[in-house]
């Protein structure tokens, strides 16, 4: 009976790590595939007099780490005409202290703050109601807090939007870690296992979702489909808007360019929380994908073969799985770690992705195990893809 079950669980260990050679396979067209549009996107990049003004929509919330970097980054701008807008809670977040004192440095850049309160289920995406409003131009560009770019962030990015096709455009990232051990993993996490899977599925079916950190609109794409309040409770904005508009008939385009998604995660209980429910989210928003990435990862299964396999007396075919598993990773981390998102943790200790590899597995997991999360200081929780109020005991009666 014991032989039974390990000869089963070596089954298993056997199609991991065939899927996740084909998903490295994947990868590799996926990466080729975004090389060759980054070379026709910035190929054809118009000089200053046809780069249309933007609005630069960024909410902010609490003293970030690197928050003034990463706000100064976006007034060192190589672009013709930009406006920055800022939007708060509540008048007295920290944030707005440093705010207004990277605003007053660049006095040249058009900057205003608003102070916008929290009456929608997605504070963020309520910030960028009240931003979208208040933008004096045609193309907004909606960012994170904890993201930094380089000078030619906006005229790399706004330039597919000048064909009346593409209604947005968004960007991979890669995790810049600024805290240590356990923020590592999600940043090698984001260079890594979310660039691939972002390329594998703009490979297989062209973008049909967007990425949080940098999403970029025309205000008659997103009007069409009914504008910021036709995701005012979803906890995955991002994904959302980008899948309505492409419902709506637009193109969504992926950029060539980077961006860097500032990391801050000091605990595991903090990391897990935060892999957990961006997972969970996952889960409800693409139930299909998310269920098939069960079998992307290679180190579960390599440790699979590698324990079964040797019960049975073949520990040399199980070592062999288990070096094919570290292999695949490796690979997968220098080809779309290095090759594409350019992360330097990816050479100073490529050893942390095949770790990563199976704290993902562990997460993918577990979204199936939690179907609600608390959010947002214990007022919301998360149901299927929307935010809700959590309901308590003194509601129900």
């Known amino acids: 009976m014991i032989g039974l079950i390990l000869y089963f669980v070596l089954g298993v260990a056997l199609v991991g790590s065939l899927s996740s050679a084909v998903f490295l396979g994947l990868s590799l067209l996926g990466v080729l595939r975004f090389r060759a549009d980054v070379r026709n996107q910035f190929s054809s990049i118009p000089d200053d007099a046809h780069l249309p003004p933007v609005s630069v929509l960024k909410p902010v919330h609490g003293l970030e780490a690197r928050l003034r970097e990463n706000i100064e980054s976006f007034f060192r701008q190589d672009y013709p005409d930009y406006e920055i807008l800022f939007a708060a809670d509540e008048a007295d977040d920290a944030a707005l202290e440093v705010v207004r004192e990277v605003c007053a440095r660049y006095p040249r850049i058009r900057a205003r703050v608003l102070v916008t309160g929290t009456p929608w289920p997605n504070p963020v995406v309520y910030s960028f109601h009240c931003l979208a409003e208040a933008a004096a131009h045609d193309i907004l560009v909606t960012t994170d807090s904890d993201v930094e770019v380089d000078p030619r962030y906006l005229r790399e990015i706004v330039a597919p939007l000048l064909d009346p096709k593409v209604g947005m455009v968004t960007c991979v990232y890669r995790g810049k870690n600024a805290a240590g051990f356990f923020s590592g ?28 950190p940098t999403t970029v609109v025309r205000k008659d794409a997103l009007a069409s489909i009914g504008g910021y309040t036709a995701l005012q409770d979803y906890i995955a904005y991002d994904f959302a808007i980008g899948n309505l508009i492409a419902k709506a008939g637009y193109r969504v385009v992926l950029s060539g360019h980077i961006i860097d998604h500032v990391v801050n995660q000091k605990s595991f209980r903090r990391m897990w929380q935060n892999q957990l429910r961006w997972a969970q989210t996952t889960r409800y928003s693409r139930p299909k994908g998310h269920f098939g990435s069960g079998l992307i990862f290679a180190m579960p299964y390599g440790l699979l073969g590698f324990f079964a396999a040797g019960l049975l007396g073949h520990w040399g075919i199980g070592a062999l799985l288990l070096g094919a598993a570290a292999l695949n990773r490796l690979l997968e981390a220098w080809l779309v770690g290095w090759i594409v998102v350019r992360d330097p943790q990816i050479r100073r200790a490529p050893w942390l992705y095949p770790l990563r590899d199976l704290l993902g597995f562990m997460v993918w997991f577990a979204s199936y195990l939690n179907l609600r999360y608390v959010w947002r200081d214990s007022r919301f929780e998360l149901k299927g893809t929307r935010i809700a109020l959590r309901q308590t005991s003194s509601d129900s009666r």
């Not at 999600?186 to 979702?209: H, Q, Y």
Request: overall charge negative; glycine content about 18%.
């Open 185 to 212: 993993l999600t940043a090698i996490g984001m260079s890594v296992e979310m660039t691939a899977g972002v390329l594998v599925a703009n490979l297989l079916e062209g973008m049909k979702f967007g990425l949080g």
